[in-house]
Nanobody, 126 residues
Framework: QVQLVESGGGLVQAGGSLRLSCAAS????????MGWFRQAPGEEREFVAG?????????YADSSVKGRFTISRDNAKNTVYLQMNSLKPEDTANYYC??????????????????WGQGTQVTVSS
């Protein structure tokens, strides 16, 4: 079992930055693939970024966030981060941290994640 708690969301002006954190419980955090997803009102939950257990491989949604967002993890602190720069109003959403063990090569499929945090709201004003 893994429990995930996100923090770091808030209100920011367009062009600003935020860093989201996701703290995980449990001793086996370093075994989990971690992902960040987001969901805007009326929209489906979508993949933002993923990172493999060692941190050596990262994946991003296509053009919408690549180059602006960076996912990283600190296995010693049981924490995964999402650094978000050059934020745009369309980035406004509830951001969720998720964890999975193994699964397919595709980190973008939200249905393969077993554990989810409660979400943290990010609002970007224009």
């Amino acid at each position: 079992q893994v429990q995930l708690v996100e923090s770091g969301g808030g209100l920011v002006q367009a062009g600003g930055s935020l860093r989201l954190s996701c703290a995980a419980s449990g001793r086996t955090f370093s075994s989990y693939i971690m992902g960040w997803f987001r969901q805007a009102p009326g929209e489906e939950r979508e993949f933002v970024a993923g990172i493999r257990p060692s941190g050596g491989n990262t994946y991003y949604a296509d053009s919408s966030v690549k180059g602006r967002f960076t996912i990283s993890r600190d296995n010693a602190k049981n924490t995964v981060y999402l650094q978000m720069n050059s934020l745009k109003p369309e980035d406004t959403a509830n951001y969720y941290c998720a964890a999975r063990l193994g699964g397919s090569f595709n980190l973008r499929n939200r249905f393969e994640y077993n554990y989810w945090g409660q979400g943290t709201q990010v609002t970007v004003s224009s």
